[in-house]
C-alpha cells in the first residue's frame, strides 16, 4: 500500500510538471501585466483618497463591499473550528496546560523562554504598528491582526500556561472578533444615514502619506484587526485547550 501511494504521487507529479511549466513560462515580466486595473489604482487612489497604501485602498474602499463578506467568511470558519474543538475538558486556569494521555509535554528551555520574552513585546508593538500605518506603508488590519495573535502565542512560551491564560480569556475574544465584524458592518450602514451609498467614505481623507488618513477606510480597518486578532487568537486558545486532559469536576 505505501509502494502504490507513492507511484500514485509521482504520476501526480509528472502529470502537472508540464502544466505547470507551461504557466510559468507564459507569465508576464516583473512589473508588466496586461490589465489597466493595477495602474488604474496606483494612479488615482493617492489622488482621490490620499493614501500611499493602495492595497488598503482596494480592500476597504473600491472593494470593501468583498472585504466585508471576507471579514464574515473568517468569522463563521472559526466560529466552526470552536465549536468543533471545545468540548468537554478542563477550563480552569492551571499552573501548566496538562498532558495528552499517555504523552507528556516537553518542557520549555531557558534559551526558548528568554527568546519569547523578549520577542514577545516586539511582536506585539509590531503588530500594532501594521495596523495603525494601513493607509501608508504595506500591512493593514489582516496581517497586523495575525502578528498580534503570533505575539500572544510567544507570551504563552514565554510565560507558561498560567499568564497565558489570564490573558486570553474566552469571552473577550468573543467580542473582540465579533465586535470587530460589527464595526465593519456598521461602518458600510452609518453612511446611509446621510443618504449615501453603502460603504461610501464620508469622513475627511486627511493629509497624503499620513498615518490617520483614508478617512472610512481607518474605521474599517480597525475592525478588520480586532476580528482577526480574535479570531485567530480562539483557534490557537482551542488548540493549546485540546492538550489539556478533562478536569473530574467540570461537566
Not at 487612489?45 to 476597504?60: C, E, G, K, L, Y
Request: charged share 15%; hydrophobic share 45%; net charge negative.
Amino acid at each position: 500500500m505505501p509502494r502504490l501511494r507513492m507511484v500514485l504521487f509521482w504520476c501526480g507529479v509528472l502529470l502537472l510538471i508540464a502544466p505547470i511549466a507551461a504557466v510559468v513560462c507564459d507569465m508576464p515580466r516583473f512589473g508588466d501585466h496586461p490589465l489597466p486595473y493595477g495602474d488604474a489604482i496606483n494612479h488615482d487612489a493617492p489622488r482621490d483618497r490620499h493614501v500611499s497604501n493602495t492595497v488598503s485602498a482596494v480592500n476597504f474602499d473600491y472593494r470593501g463591499f468583498d472585504t466585508l463578506g471576507e471579514e464574515f467568511m473568517l468569522v463563521c470558519a472559526v466560529t466552526g473550528a470552536v465549536v468543533l474543538l471545545r468540548g468537554s475538558r478542563g477550563e480552569s486556569v492551571t499552573a501548566e496546560p496538562g498532558t495528552l494521555p499517555g504523552r507528556g509535554l516537553p518542557g520549555r528551555s531557558d534559551a526558548a523562554v528568554l527568546i519569547s520574552r523578549l520577542m514577545g513585546p516586539f511582536t506585539l508593538l509590531f503588530g500594532f504598528y501594521v495596523v495603525l500605518h494601513a493607509t501608508v506603508t504595506p500591512g493593514g488590519g489582516f496581517q497586523g491582526g495575525v502578528v498580534i495573535a503570533s505575539g500572544l502565542l510567544l507570551l504563552f512560551m514565554g510565560e507558561g500556561y498560567r499568564g497565558w491564560r489570564r490573558i486570553m480569556r474566552t469571552p473577550w475574544l468573543d467580542v473582540c472578533e465579533g465586535g470587530g465584524a460589527l464595526l465593519f458592518a456598521l461602518a458600510g450602514l452609518a453612511p446611509m444615514l446621510t443618504g449615501s451609498a453603502f460603504l461610501q467614505n464620508i469622513l475627511p481623507y486627511g493629509k497624503f502619506r499620513d498615518m490617520l488618513s483614508g478617512g472610512l477606510m481607518q474605521i474599517e480597518n480597525a475592525g478588520v484587526a480586532c476580528a482577526v486578532m480574535a479570531g485567530f487568537s480562539l483557534v490557537l486558545l482551542e488548540f493549546l485547550e485540546e492538550t489539556r486532559e478533562p478536569e473530574h469536576d467540570d461537566t
